[in-house]
């Protein structure tokens, strides 16, 4: 039992952090927009960087090691 319990943990991890880093970085690129349209250009570009860049690390980076993962258990 605790056996599958290890197994599992590894890519139900992969896939909080995908989803957790997914969440932020919308939160953050909405952040940016309306930051953005109060008229601070340049804190809004930093949050849109910073936004992508966290979409990219959860959706590419989190999200397919989790996929590969999950794909290698069924396997």
Same mark, same amino acid.
């Given at each position: 039992m605790l056996?599958?319990?290890v197994e599992l943990a590894e890519? /139900? !991890?992969f896939a909080l952090g995908a989803l957790l880093f997914t969440v932020a970085g919308a939160l953050v690129d909405l952040t940016a /927009?309306?930051?953005y349209s109060g008229g601070r250009t340049t804190l809004a570009l930093w949050? +849109?960087?910073v936004?992508? !860049?966290a979409?990219? +690390?959860g959706v590419f980076l989190f999200g397919a090691e989790a996929r590969k993962r999950l794909a290698s258990?069924? +396997?």
């Open positions: 056996e599958l319990l890519p /139900v !991890a /927009v309306s930051t949050l +849109a960087f936004g992508s !860049a979409l990219y +690390a258990r069924n +396997a």
